[in-house]
Nanobody, 124 residues
Framework: QVQLVESGGGLVQAGGSLRLSCAGSGRTFSTYAMGWFRQAPGKEREFVAAISWNGGGTYYTDSVKGRFTISRDNAKNTVYLQMNSLKPDDTAVYYC?????????????????WGHGTQVTVSS
């Protein structure tokens, strides 16, 4: 059974940092791209960042460029999201996901496996 478990969320003041982790089990994800998405109350789930199968390519939504960094450790079947200079607008539930193919994509429909999410709250 494939499982993705996110951790590292919490409450932080604006300007602070958090590091999210997503550990996979049930299969190896080393040949698939992985991504982070988020969903704020009353809004649709949106793309945040993605990384290709070997970490050689990354892609970010404009609002987090320069502040967030996605990385992965295939030996640990884990993907990370380092979030710096957090803003109240970053408040959301953050989800990790595994893509259908090896290359990073922002398209939500191209991801097959999802975690249950971790709450990130940024206070002003």
């Amino acid at each position: 059974q494939v499982q993705l478990v996110e951790s590292g969320g919490g409450l932080v003041q604006a300007g602070g940092s958090l590091r999210l982790s997503c550990a996979g089990s049930g299969r190896t994800f080393s040949t698939y791209a992985m991504g982070w998405f988020r969903q704020a109350p009353g809004k649709e789930r949106e793309f945040v960042a993605a990384i290709s199968w070997n970490g050689g390519g990354t892609y970010y939504t404009d609002s987090v460029k320069g502040r967030f960094t996605i990385s992965r450790d295939n030996a640990k079947n884990t993907v990370y999201l380092q979030m710096n200079s957090l803003k109240p607008d970053d408040t959301a539930v953050y989800y990790c996901a595994v893509a259908r193919g090896p290359y990073h994509t922002p398209q939500l429909g191209q991801y097959d496996y999802w975690g249950h999410g971790t709450q990130v709250t940024v206070s002003s």
